[in-house]
């Protein structure tokens, strides 16, 4: 756990960021009906369609950060308790290591 901190506080922080550029959309779509056609403030609309092109595109981009990030610390963590251990049990957790890695890998 404790040399995988740093990669999970960084998938956290894109979480979060994820999360907070999600909050974009309803905010704008709101910010829309009242400003811009309620009010008929046109000035309004180009800089509040480019922030919601703009959380989109940092949507896509953690989102697919955070899958890059996390399904390979996923992998190394499975690759490495697949090399340790011994008997029966290792036989077992090998075999759906492996299963897992080539799910994963297909993903």
Excluded: H
């Excluded at 404790?2 to 990669?7: D, E, K, N």
């Excluded at 499975?78 to 036989?91: F, H, M, T």
């Amino acid at each position: 756990m404790r040399p995988r901190r740093a990669l999970l506080a960084l998938g956290f922080v894109l979480m979060v960021i994820n999360r907070v550029a999600g909050f974009v959309l309803p905010y704008s779509s709101k910010f829309l009906i009242d400003n811009v056609v309620g009010k008929g403030q046109m000035g309004l609309l180009r800089p509040l369609v480019f922030s919601v092109l703009f959380a989109t595109l940092i949507q896509g981009v953690t989102s697919f950060s955070l899958t890059q990030l996390l399904s390979k610390a996923a992998q190394r963590l499975i690759a490495e308790r697949a090399e340790s251990g011994d008997g029966d049990r290792d036989r077992e957790w090998r075999g759906l290591c492996r299963e897992l890695g080539q799910l994963l890998l297909r993903g």
